[in-house]
């Protein structure tokens, strides 16, 4: 068995058992939950064409908790194929908006009705805690139902030309998409880009984090039982140098929808140029700040500051890692906000305990990077103000860190960490915040807490961010766009203009 340098995932080329089944005994949930770990291509589990495997860990120990199959090019070319022929079949142009609709209804039904298996399987995966997952199962049956709603109401317009001819517009779909999702919302993540593509007519090619692959294997069992044609949706698990790369070169994708690394995204978008310039939507990293100005209620904006940072363990692309508080209220801000960081670094533990409140990294390798960070923050100058350690040892817990005295050319300020590590920087006024907040390669969301509603929504348009949440932070709703500005992305997901970006215009002109 072959160990990659740098992972905690072992491939092997033995055979891989067809189903995995984990007995849960917790506080919160007791039941016996089974998984197909197979390939999910043409409405069949299946074995990858050349059998290699993936050992899943439990970030909560560390040790290993499943073996679930590891596709290759060879799996995405079939998984391509029984999408190509489920479009041109029995899907796309051939099924109705109404009765697409009715199939994801019915899938959002099933998912409902299954939410505390899923939930189970998710905080188990991703070390979040039950409470959290359950929030995660819930949020994804409201996109899945939004665009449930959506599937027979996509068309185009009728256009007055000249007298004797008119126009019309069709928003058609693109045929065969992929997608590859992220290790830190999986079970949102299927929701999120499987809905939206399959309202449209679209057929899939779904490759979720080989990190993360549990929540995913199990809705595929649920779309067969929706009744979705095979075909429709394929879920290939591996790695992204393999079945990632394989997704995004090849020719008879149409567009590839991308949750992820900038650098990622970089290489997904060079793929799209060097192989048939398949439309791309990216969302990708953030340094998201949050800016607090001195008239606000600091006890309940330092509550939202903390959810900011530290909710999913701080792995969450829109995580409010740069915190900018007005010079009057810092200190107190500061002496309320270490508080918090000390409290949920000694509720952390395990994820199906009532009283948890911060759970580990997803994996070896995200938290020596997070350490990382964290000892490039000291290196530099900055003060670790609390946190910077791992909690206990088993697992891969980070306790809630704060820097403070920072600069703006520091890593820790400039780059994405993806874990519980904030920055907390004093600033006078309103023009200045606006300066820092806006010095970043990123633009993907924003706080800005304040009582005086005109500055707010100043702020809110000066600053370059795809979202900006004013008085609250990390809110999502299904029918409300998301996505980046800068290198946070490109296109958007949720909303409407979630669609847009799963169908093509065609023009139609008409001589009368």
Same mark, same amino acid.
């Given at each position: 068995?072959?160990?990659?340098?740098?992972?905690?995932?072992?491939?092997?080329?033995?055979?891989?058992?067809?189903?995995?089944?984990?007995?849960?005994?917790?506080?919160?949930?007791?039941?016996?939950?089974?998984?197909?770990?197979?390939?999910?291509?043409?409405?069949?589990?299946?074995?990858?064409?050349?059998?290699?495997?993936?050992?899943?860990?439990?970030?909560?120990?560390?040790?290993?908790?499943?073996?679930?199959?590891?596709?290759?090019?060879?799996?995405?070319?079939?998984?391509?194929?029984?999408?190509?022929?489920?479009?041109?079949?029995?899907?796309?142009?051939?099924?109705?908006?109404?009765?697409?609709?009715?199939?994801?209804?019915?899938?959002?039904?099933?998912?409902?009705?299954?939410?505390?298996?899923?939930?189970?399987?998710?905080?188990?995966?991703?070390?979040?805690?039950?409470?959290?997952?359950?929030?995660?199962?819930?949020?994804?049956?409201?996109?899945?139902?939004?665009?449930?709603?959506?599937?027979?109401?996509?068309?185009?317009?009728?256009?007055?030309?000249?007298?004797?001819?008119?126009?019309?517009?069709?928003?058609?779909?693109?045929?065969?998409?992929?997608?590859?999702?992220?290790?830190?919302?999986?079970?949102?993540?299927?929701?999120?880009?499987?809905?939206?593509?399959?309202?449209?007519?679209?057929?899939?090619?779904?490759?979720?984090?080989?990190?993360?692959?549990?929540?995913?294997?199990?809705?595929?069992?649920?779309?067969?039982?929706?009744?979705?044609?095979?075909?429709?949706?394929?879920?290939?698990?591996?790695?992204?140098?393999?079945?990632?790369?394989?997704?995004?070169?090849?020719?008879?994708?149409?567009?590839?929808?991308?949750?992820?690394?900038?650098?990622?995204?970089?290489?997904?978008?060079?793929?799209?140029?060097?192989?048939?310039?398949?439309?791309?939507?990216?969302?990708?990293?953030?340094?998201?700040?949050?800016?607090?100005?001195?008239?606000?209620?600091?006890?309940?904006?330092?509550?939202?500051?903390?959810?900011?940072?530290?909710?999913?363990?701080?792995?969450?692309?829109?995580?409010?890692?740069?915190?900018?508080?007005?010079?009057?209220?810092?200190?107190?801000?500061?002496?309320?906000?270490?508080? /918090?960081? +000390?409290?949920?670094?000694? =509720?952390?533990?395990?994820?199906?305990?009532? &009283? $948890?409140?911060? !759970?580990?990294?997803? %994996?070896?390798?995200?938290?020596?990077?997070?350490?990382?960070?964290?000892?490039?923050?000291?290196?530099?100058?900055?003060?670790?103000?609390?946190?910077?350690?791992?909690?206990?040892?088993?697992?891969?817990?980070?306790?809630?860190?704060?820097?403070?005295?920072?600069?703006?050319?520091?890593?820790?300020?400039?780059?994405?960490?993806?874990?519980?590590?904030?920055? /907390?920087? +004093?600033?006078?006024?309103? =023009?200045?915040?606006?300066?820092?907040?806006? &010095? $970043?390669?990123? !633009?993907?969301?924003? %706080?800005?807490?304040?009582?005086?509603?005109?500055?707010?929504?100043?702020?809110?348009?000066?600053?370059?961010?795809?979202?900006?949440?004013?008085?609250?932070?990390?809110?999502?709703?299904?029918?409300?766009?998301?996505?980046?500005?800068?290198?946070?992305?490109?296109?958007?997901?949720?909303?409407?203009?979630?669609?847009?970006?799963?169908?093509?215009?065609?023009?139609?002109?008409?001589?009368?």
């Amino acid at each position: 068995m072959e160990t990659y340098k740098g992972s905690l995932f072992k491939v092997s080329s033995a055979k891989m058992p067809s189903t995995y089944s984990h007995k849960f005994d917790t506080p919160l949930f007791k039941g016996d939950v089974t998984i197909n770990t197979g390939l999910y291509i043409n409405g069949q589990w299946v074995d990858p064409v050349e059998p290699a495997t993936i050992e899943v860990i439990n970030p909560a120990t560390g040790r290993s908790t499943a073996v679930v199959s590891a596709g290759s090019s060879k799996d995405v070319d079939l998984a391509v194929a029984a999408a190509s022929k489920a479009y041109k079949t029995v899907w796309g142009l051939h099924t109705p908006g109404d009765k697409r609709g009715k199939l994801l209804s019915k899938l959002a039904d099933i998912i409902e009705a299954h939410t505390e298996e899923l939930s189970a399987l998710e905080a188990l995966n991703v070390g979040k805690t039950y409470r959290d997952a359950c929030d995660c199962v819930a949020f994804s049956v409201s996109i899945i139902r939004y665009y449930a709603g959506w599937a027979d109401k996509i068309h185009g317009d009728t256009l007055e030309t000249t007298e004797d001819k008119f126009a019309y517009t069709r928003h058609e779909p693109f045929g065969v998409v992929g997608q590859i999702a992220p290790w830190n919302y999986p079970i949102n993540m299927v929701a999120l880009k499987l809905a939206p593509a399959l309202a449209t007519g679209n057929a899939v090619v779904f490759k979720p984090s080989e990190v993360t692959p549990f929540t995913a294997l199990k809705v595929a069992e649920f779309i067969a039982e929706a009744g979705f044609p095979p075909g429709v949706v394929n879920i290939i698990n591996g790695y992204g140098n393999t079945v990632g790369q394989a997704i995004s070169e090849h020719p008879e994708i149409r567009k590839v929808a991308f949750t992820g690394s900038t650098l990622t995204g970089r290489k997904i978008l060079k793929a799209s140029a060097e192989s048939n310039l398949k439309v791309v939507t990216l969302e990708l990293g953030g340094k998201s700040p949050f800016i607090v100005f001195d008239d606000v209620d600091v006890d309940e904006v330092v509550q939202m500051a903390a959810t900011g940072i530290y909710h999913n363990m701080g792995q969450v692309c829109t995580a409010a890692s740069r915190i900018f508080v007005q010079e009057t209220i810092y200190d107190k801000f500061l002496h309320k906000m270490t508080e /918090i960081a +000390k409290k949920r670094g000694g =509720a952390a533990g395990d994820p199906f305990h009532a &009283n $948890t409140q911060h !759970g580990p990294q997803i %994996s070896k390798v995200q938290f020596d990077r997070v350490m990382g960070y964290i000892q490039a923050g000291k290196e530099e100058g900055a003060t670790l103000h609390t946190g910077g350690n791992q909690i206990g040892t088993e697992g891969y817990f980070i306790h809630p860190t704060i820097f403070t005295n920072v600069k703006p050319e520091m890593k820790i300020v400039r780059e994405e960490i993806f874990g519980p590590v904030a920055v /907390i920087i +004093k600033f006078k006024d309103e =023009a200045e915040v606006i300066e820092l907040a806006n &010095n $970043t390669t990123y !633009g993907l969301a924003c %706080s800005v807490l304040s009582q005086n509603i005109g500055r707010a929504h100043r702020v809110a348009h000066a600053i370059e961010a795809g979202t900006i949440w004013v008085n609250m932070t990390l809110g999502i709703n299904p029918g409300v766009p998301f996505g980046g500005y800068k290198m946070s992305g490109i296109g958007r997901e949720l909303g409407k203009y979630g669609l847009d970006t799963y169908t093509q215009v065609k023009a139609v002109h008409v001589r009368l």
